[in-house]
């Protein structure tokens, strides 16, 4: 069974940093696109960036240049390092899995999601 | 990266059909056959119901279907049930970004 579980959310002051993870199960994140998407309280899903299964990245232009997504192929564990943290960037933070066979801009898997806090 | 535009709600009864639109340009829904359709309980992580426009995942009801139609993708349930109240995200791909979001669509089942 697939299974995505996010942890690494919490409170955090303005300016800090946060290390989210993703341990994925039941099948290897490695040999397929994962992608992190947030969403604010009582608002929609904002696409945050992904990683391909040959290592490629990309970012949505709200955290380009502070967030930076990677991976553990041997603990098969996605990670989004976020620094320079401000309040707009609170939110539940899920990551998701891309397979290649639902096509490449479509995830089919989601985890439960991190609720990340950015306040003083 | 502006959002895709879906209304803010529909609403139908229980055996009705409804449709959802997403609205984009000719740089993402116009350009790529790369959207795909979500649906979201409170509470509770999203699940694709739809990629590649029309194309249902393994699992999902064929009472969901998609469409495209120039700069406008469109989602419709038929034969609605309760359990399908839920928000519904449309997403797809970009010319200048890798994906990007509608704003939500609550559908209420009258």
């Known amino acids: 069974e697939v299974q995505l579980v996010e942890s690494g959310g919490g409170l955090i002051q303005p300016g800090g940093s946060l290390r989210l993870s993703c341990a994925a199960s039941?099948?290897?994140?490695?040999?397929?696109?994962m992608t992190w998407v947030r969403q604010a309280p009582g608002k929609g899903l904002e696409w945050v960036s992904v990683?391909?299964?040959?290592?490629?990245?990309d970012y949505a232009d709200s955290v380009k240049g502070r967030f930076t997504v990677s991976r553990d192929n041997a603990k098969n564990t996605l990670y989004l390092q976020m620094n320079s943290l401000r309040a707009e960037d609170t939110a539940v933070y899920y990551c998701?899995?891309?397979?290649?066979?639902?096509?490449?801009?479509?995830?089919?898997?989601w985890g439960q999601g991190t609720l990340v806090t950015v306040s003083s | 990266q502006s959002a895709l535009t879906q209304p803010a709600s529909v609403s139908g009864s229980p055996g009705q059909s409804i449709t959802i639109s997403c609205t984009g340009t000719?740089?993402?829904?116009?350009?790529?056959?790369?959207v795909s359709w979500y649906q979201q309980h409170p509470g509770k992580a999203p699940k694709l119901m739809i990629y590649?426009?029309?194309n249902r995942p393994s699992g999902v009801s064929n009472r969901f279907s998609g469409s495209k139609s120039g700069n406008t993708a469109s989602l419709t349930i038929s034969g609605l049930q309760a359990e399908d109240e839920a928000d519904y995200y449309c997403?797809?791909?970009?010319?200048?970004?890798?994906?990007?979001f509608g704003g939500g669509t609550k559908l209420t089942v009258l």
């Open positions: 998701a899995r891309g397979e290649y066979s639902y096509g490449y801009y479509s995830f089919d898997s």
């Open positions: 039941g099948f290897t994140a490695s040999t397929n696109y």
């Open positions: 990683i391909y299964s040959g290592g490629s990245t």
């Open positions: 000719s740089s993402d829904i116009g350009d790529y056959n790369y």
């Open positions: 590649d426009v029309n």
């Open positions: 997403s797809a791909h970009t010319t200048t970004t890798t994906l990007v």
